[in-house]
Each structure stands twice: as structure tokens, then as C-alpha cells.
């Protein structure tokens, strides 16, 4: 049988796929890594249908690789007869612990098949929350900046885990960026917060992330022309 990644998006339970919803709907057990992501997937399954999996606070690598050990031989046991769903906010490739249960699975249960369902990201998210425009031809970089790193290079960034914006806020505007906060985007639970002032998200939340932009960059674009005013050849 099959165990599906499914990304929930970024925590409304709106925003999932229809083909996420259709997965769930088909599975036989959801299994979530967190609190958030059960409380979006019990917007879609009866508490009947969800299973547990204990996952520690903890960094240590030998405590981390028994949990998923244990968690991947619960979820295989189950998968042996039915298919399966893992669900994550977001999209179960990026920034998720699905990565870490696909590995498990791979290296102790070959014979389990994984298939994964992309969801909206807080990549692309951030982009409407902020009102942010990526342009065509523009690099984009995905950085991470917990406990006040502030990485730079790149003309622009998404950053993620923000959980010293002050800190990571004054390193970012010495080395010449604008930089935007965004704090649990479209999600459901706690309040949204969408500010230039890094002291308005000053509390350690891991949902908090941070576009620099370098100060000053050119946007070449033919119709960038009609917000400074230009009209000629609009007709």
C-alpha cells in the first residue's frame, strides 16, 4: 500500500488541494508530526481516523533517528494493509518533517511506496500575505534566520524561522535591505501579523518569516513604467 505526504497549506483549512482532501478522504489513518496540522486535517476526518505518533523536543540526533525508527515502523505496520496519509502545513517538501519519515521509510521499509501531494507553501504564500510581487527573470533565495541570523548575498529572500527579528533586522538593514515580516499567514490559529517594524513581532514564534529585499534595485519591466506615471504608447 501507499503512505502519502499531503501538504495542508499554510494552516487555513481552506487552502488545502482538492487532491489533498481527496487523499484524505480515501486513507484509512492520518498521522500528523503537530497540533496545528491535526487541527486542520480534523477539519476533513473524523477524530476516529487519526493515529498517533510521539515525536520529542529534543536535538539530539540518536534521540531524533529512535523516534522516527519508531514512528516509520507504526506507520509501515499500517500501511502494510491500507493506504496511509502524513499530513504537514505547508507542502510536505519544503521547510517539513515529511523528509524525515520518507527516509526512515526508505531505509528500513523499501518495500512501503511513497507518494507525495504538494500544498501551499509559505513560499508562495508570503507573496500575496505581503503583497509582494516575484517578476519573471527575479531570484529569489529561501534562507533560514532563527536566534538572529540574518544571511545576505541575494538580492532578494524569503527567511524563515524569524525568531529574533530585531536582532536579524538591524544586521539586514546595515548590509542594505527593506525588509518585510509576515507572522502566521493565512493561518488559523493565533493572530496574523503583517508589519515593517520587527519590535511588532518581537515574541519567539516559529511562524514568523522575513523578506529582504536590497535596497534600490532596478525592475525591468515594461509596464513598471505605469507606476512612476508614464502613459506613452499605452493606446
Do not use: C
Amino acid at each position: 500500500m501507499t503512505v502519502y505526504g499531503v501538504g495542508l497549506g499554510p494552516g487555513q483549512a481552506d487552502l488545502i488541494t482538492v487532491r489533498g482532501k481527496r487523499v484524505l478522504d480515501s486513507v484509512s489513518t492520518v498521522y500528523s508530526p503537530g497540533r496545528l496540522s491535526r487541527t486542520v486535517a480534523r477539519e476533513y476526518v473524523p477524530a476516529s481516523k487519526l493515529g498517533d505518533l510521539d515525536f520529542p523536543m529534543t536535538r539530539d540526533p540518536d534521540e531524533l533517528r529512535r523516534a522516527w525508527r519508531t514512528a516509520a515502523d507504526a506507520v509501515a505496520e499500517t500501511a502494510a494493509d491500507d493506504d496511509v496519509a502524513f499530513v504537514t502545513l505547508g507542502d510536505p517538501n519544503v521547510y517539513s518533517t515529511f523528509g524525515h519519515l520518507r527516509r526512515t521509510l526508505s531505509a528500513f521499509h523499501p518495500d512501503v511506496g511513497v507518494k507525495v501531494v504538494p500544498g501551499v507553501s509559505a513560499v508562495t504564500a508570503f507573496a500575496t500575505a505581503l503583497g509582494v510581487e516575484i517578476e519573471a527573470g527575479t531570484g529569489l533565495s529561501l534562507r533560514e534566520a532563527a536566534d538572529g541570523a540574518a544571511p545576505i548575498g541575494p538580492d532578494r529572500m524569503i527567511l524563515f524561522k524569524v525568531t529574533d527579528a530585531v536582532t536579524t533586522h538591524e544586521q539586514l538593514v546595515d548590509a542594505g535591505y527593506d525588509v518585510r515580516y509576515g507572522r502566521r499567514l493565512f493561518m488559523e490559529q493565533g493572530e496574523t501579523t503583517v508589519t515593517r517594524d520587527p519590535t511588532e513581532v518581537v515574541e519567539r514564534d516559529y511562524y514568523t518569516l522575513a523578506y529582504a529585499e536590497r535596497e534600490g534595485l532596478d525592475r525591468d519591466l515594461a509596464t513598471a513604467a505605469f507606476e512612476d506615471g508614464e502613459r506613452e504608447g499605452s493606446a
